[in-house]
């Protein structure tokens, strides 16, 4: 199972808000590492959304935030639109195992 | 812009070797380290390791230590990753990522290769 721990899945109707959870631990987000998510749409690359926690690269909309707390990080889209419909990763280090960059296990987005 | 492009897809056996290329464009080739990451079908990332273009330098997860090379060429501004003694837990596609940091604490991946997938079958 992955380091970090994401639910499986989440939905919502267009327009709406979700928010996708990230929990870790102390050797990685409890420790003051910051926290990454990715969006992956079907049959591609993964794409930066957000980094250090909640910085947005330049051409992610506005209705993308992230925010982290403790060992946990979350991730929010609001005003829900069909197309972003991914699979979305959280992303942090862990200084156990000699250190390595660690992903959490993914989650689906579906929009209804 | 920055951009990678990595090699086609390969298809070997077990217990041989692959190895992929990723070519950098749009920067300073030597400026950022070169990340891999593994996707098998419908699984999550699996961050395999990384590697400085400058000094050569490289460091890997623990699962793949002692069967995972990851080299570059500068002159032509391509890494490579290569993968020996491979299984069918090896079928996954493969990419690079230009690794980026800010402060002690924080690291990500931006930008992705497209990918290359590699099917060990016999």
């Known amino acids: 199972q992955s380091v970090l721990t994401q639910p499986p899945s989440v939905s919502g109707a267009p327009g709406q808000r979700v928010t996708i959870s990230c929990t870790g631990s102390?050797?990685?987000?409890?420790?003051?590492?910051?926290v990454q998510w990715y969006q992956q749409l079907p049959g591609a690359a993964p794409k930066l959304l957000i980094y250090g926690n909640s910085n947005r690269p330049s051409g992610v909309p506005d209705r993308v935030s992230g925010s982290k707390s403790g060992t946990s990080a979350s991730l929010a889209i609001t005003g829900l639109q069909a197309e972003d419909e991914a699979d979305y990763y959280c992303q942090s280090y862990d200084y156990s195992l000699n250190g390595q960059w660690v992903f959490g296990g993914g989650t689906k987005l579906t929009v209804l | 812009q920055v951009q990678l492009v990595q090699s086609g897809a390969e298809v070997t056996k077990p217990g041989a070797s692959v190895k992929v290329s990723c070519k950098a464009s749009g920067y300073t080739f030597t400026s950022f380290d070169i990340n891999w990451v593994r996707q098998a079908t419908g699984q999550g990332l699996d961050w395999m390791g990384w590697m400085n273009p400058k000094s050569g330098n490289t460091g890997f997860a623990q699962k793949f230590q002692g069967r995972v090379t990851m080299t570059s060429n500068t002159s032509i501004s391509t890494a490579y990753m290569e993968l020996s003694s491979l299984t069918s837990e090896d079928t996954a596609v493969y990419y690079c990522?230009?690794?980026?940091?800010?402060?002690?604490?924080?690291?990500?991946?931006?930008?992705w290769g497209q990918g290359t997938l590699v099917t060990v079958s016999s």
């Open positions: 102390s050797s990685n987000i409890g420790a003051g590492y910051d």
């Open positions: 990522a230009v690794g980026r940091r800010a402060g002690w604490s924080s690291w990500w991946f931006d930008p």
